[in-house]
């Protein structure tokens, strides 16, 4: 059964960093690209970051541009979200994707609360 699993939420502070880790798991042994989603309450989910596994091509919204950074991690199929300068509209529980080469479908994972506050 295919698993993904999000890491590494919390409580910081604006201004501060926090990175969250994503792994997928059980029975995804090729992997075309990870991503990130967030939503926050009230509001629409919405893309925070993808990566092209195959070549590294990276996707952000002009919100996190420049502050958000995803990685492909050495463990296969495992990826990182490093979050800087983290603005009080950045809490959300974020969501991990994987989509597998070769399928549509997209595999999410539970979600990982971030809270920015004082």
């Known amino acids: 059964q295919v698993q993904v699993v999000e890491s590494g939420g919390g409580l910081v502070q604006p201004g501060g960093s926090l990175r969250l880790s994503c792994a997928a798991s059980g029975g995804i042994f090729s992997i075309r690209s990870m991503g990130w989603y967030r939503q926050a309450p009230g509001k629409q989910r919405e893309l925070v970051a993808s990566?092209?596994?195959?070549?590294?091509?990276?996707v952000y919204p002009d919100s996190v541009k420049g502050r958000f950074t995803i990685s492909k991690d050495n463990a296969k199929n495992t990826v990182s979200l490093q979050m800087n300068s983290l603005k009080s509209e950045d809490t959300a529980v974020y969501y991990c994707t994987a989509a597998p080469i070769g399928s549509n479908y997209v595999y999410w994972g539970r979600g990982t609360q971030v809270t920015v506050s004082s």
């Open positions: 990566i092209t596994i195959t070549d590294g091509r990276t």
